[in-house]
C-alpha cells in the first residue's frame, strides 16, 4: 500500500534561517506531489506541485522553493525564513492525470518563525 | 483560477441532527469535487468526492450533491456525531487537471452531544 512520510512535524527556526522539509512517498510510481500551507484558522493554500522529476510548478512567488529530485521525494526550502511563514506545511500525493481520486496527504509539519 | 467558496465558517449542531456545509465555485469546467475532514493537528482526509458527471453520492451518513448549472455542491452528514466535529474543507479542480485543487476556507463543526 501507499504511504506518504512528512518530517519534521515540529520546527521552530528563527527569522532569516534557512528551511528544509522533505516528504516521501513509498508504493507508487510517478506520483504527483504537491506541497500545500494551512494559516492558523484558515484554508489550504497550495504553493507547489510536481508532476516529475525535476518538474516544478509554483503557485504563489514567495520566498519558498521546491524541488524533486527524485522520483518519490519532495522537498520545500527557503533560504531566509520571514515571520509570515509560520504555518502548517503539509504534502500531499496523488495518481497521474486521469486518476481523480484526490489528494493523500502527509502528517504535516507545524512551523513557527520566530 | 478557480475561486472555491465556503459556508458557514463554523457550525454547531445537536448529536442526531443534521449539517449541511455549503461550497461554490467559478470555474464551469470543474469537474472534480473532493471533501476533506481534518480533525484537530491532524492530516485532511478525503471523505468522500464527486464528479461532475454525477448530481449525487452517498457513503452511509455523508452524501454530496452537485448543481453544475449553479456551480455550487454541498456535504450533508445526517445523525450527527461527537467524533464528527472536525474542520471540513471542500476543493474543486482546475478543470479536468486532476494536478491542482482549490480548496474552500473551511468550515468547522461542533456536534455537541
Known sequence: ?114 | GENVEQHPSTLSVQEGDSAVIKCTYSDSASNYFPWYKQELGKRPQLIIDIRSNVGEKKDQRIAVTLNKTAKHFSLHITETQPEDSAVYFCAASEGDNFNKFYFGSGTKLNVKP
Open chain 1, 1 to 114: 500500500s501507499q504511504t506518504i512520510h512528512q518530517w519534521p512535524a515540529t520546527l521552530v527556526q528563527p527569522v532569516g534561517s534557512p528551511l528544509s522539509l522533505e516528504c516521501t512517498v513509498e508504493g507508487t510510481s510517478n506520483p504527483n506531489l504537491y506541497w500545500y500551507r494551512q494559516a492558523a484558522g484558515r484554508g489550504l493554500q497550495l504553493l507547489f506541485y510536481s508532476v516529475g522529476i525535476g518538474q516544478i510548478s509554483s503557485e504563489v512567488p514567495q520566498n519558498l522553493s521546491a524541488s524533486r529530485p527524485q522520483d518519490r521525494q519532495f522537498i520545500l526550502s527557503s533560504k531566509k525564513l520571514l515571520l509570515s511563514d509560520s504555518g502548517f506545511y503539509l504534502c500531499a500525493w496523488s495518481v497521474g492525470q486521469g486518476g481523480g481520486y484526490g489528494y493523500t496527504f502527509g502528517s504535516g509539519t507545524r512551523l513557527t518563525v520566530v
